[in-house]
């Protein structure tokens, strides 16, 4: 929040900083939501709660959480503190405040992708090498996400270098192509929720 109330050029959606911070916050949120202890892990199991309540719960909590980031950022710059801090040195506000707004779209994605990620290849390292979570540190882990930072690096150098915007139909498809890995990816973690071995 420091970064985006104090920089001193207006937020645009091709800010490497804001989509870094998004990854970051995807994975750790799936990170820290879905890892339990051994004994922790069986005491929950062990509740009166069917296994899909379970994951709509924690599921529900990193949407839930990544909502209120959302509303946090639009509200930093909704109520104009970015223009009352940089009003007097920066000659284009206030009329670049409601521009700023586009940095919230790749906010989203991106930290939506990063948790829905991590938490497949969580769960699915959990179901496949049975050991406590809080020692999971399976390389896997890491594919995926690393994988959409190579890909928002050649992406902020194609909007940095000035190119076109990209063709309608290309971002209908983009588009279409998240959606469905986002809902693909919760449905194959609910399965693998169902099946995990919980040890005693």
């Known amino acids: 929040m420091a970064y985006l109330l104090l920089r001193r050029r ?16 995807g994975w750790h949120l799936a990170w820290a939501i879905f ?3 051994g004994s922790t892990k069986s005491f929950i199991f062990s509740r009166p709660f069917s296994r899909a309540r379970l994951f709509r719960s924690r599921w529900s909590l990193g949407i ?8 946090a950022v639009f509200a930093l710059v909704a109520i104009g503190a970015r223009t009352y801090v940089h009003r007097t040195t920066l000659p284009f506000y206030p009329m670049v405040q409601w521009y700023e707004l586009s940095v919230l ?23 496949t090498r049975p050991a406590p979570a809080s020692k999971w540190t399976s390389a896997a882990a890491l594919t ?40 693909a990816t919760t449905l194959a973690s609910l399965h693998l929720y169902r099946h995990m071995e919980i040890e005693p």
């Open 64 to 71: 839930a959480l990544q909502a209120i980031t959302l509303a």
């Open 10 to 25: 207006p937020l645009d959606s091709t800010d490497i900083v804001v989509v870094a911070a998004a990854l970051i916050q």
């Open 35 to 37: 890892r339990d202890s």
């Open 144 to 183: 995926l996400p690393c994988a959409l930072v190579v890909l928002l690096i050649f992406a902020h150098m194609y909007a940095s270098s000035g190119g076109a915007g990209l063709p309608p139909r290309l971002v209908l498809a983009a588009a279409v192509y998240l959606a469905t890995l986002v809902a």
């Open 105 to 127: 779209w790749p906010l989203s994605v991106v930290s939506l992708l990063a948790f829905h990620a991590q938490m497949f290849l969580m769960l699915k390292g959990q179901l």
